[in-house]
């Protein structure tokens, strides 16, 4: 079973960026979509953008423009850049590997242990 190892999360000013690492274990990497999400405390988790094995992306309305999401298959890694941080996007940070629905939805089947961002003057 693939294991997913975030990093990279912190306290930022708003306006500030930083940038979430996932490192994924094993060599079934490149052959999978994978994804961010987001989980503020009280709230569901939160797809925040995913990534095909071919590089297409997808982001939530909520972070268009602002966060982007790529992957480096020989490094096993897959990155989340988020730019303009606003207060809102304080939450727990995970990521995901998984596949996509006959529908096109992105489908989670493997979790990191989640890295924490917050938000905060």
């Known amino acids: 079973q693939v294991q997913l190892v975030e990093s990279g999360g912190g306290l930022v000013q708003p306006g500030g960026s930083l940038r979430l690492s996932c490192l994924a274990s094993?060599?079934?990497?490149?052959?999978?979509?994978m994804g961010w999400y987001h989980q503020a405390p009280g709230k569901e988790r939160e797809l925040v953008a995913h990534?095909?094995?071919?590089?297409?992306?997808k982001y939530a309305d909520s972070v268009k423009g602002r966060f982007t999401i790529s992957r480096d298959n020989a490094k096993n890694t897959v990155y989340l850049q988020m730019n303009s941080l606003k207060p809102e996007d304080t939450a727990v940070y995970y990521c995901?590997?998984?596949?996509?629905?006959?529908?096109?939805?992105?489908?989670?089947?493997?979790w990191g242990q989640g890295t924490q961002v917050t938000v905060s003057s």
């Open positions: 094993g060599s079934i990497f490149r052959f999978y979509a």
């Open positions: 990534i095909s094995s071919g590089g297409t992306t």
């Open positions: 995901a590997l998984g596949t996509y629905t006959s529908s096109g939805s992105y489908y989670p089947s493997s």
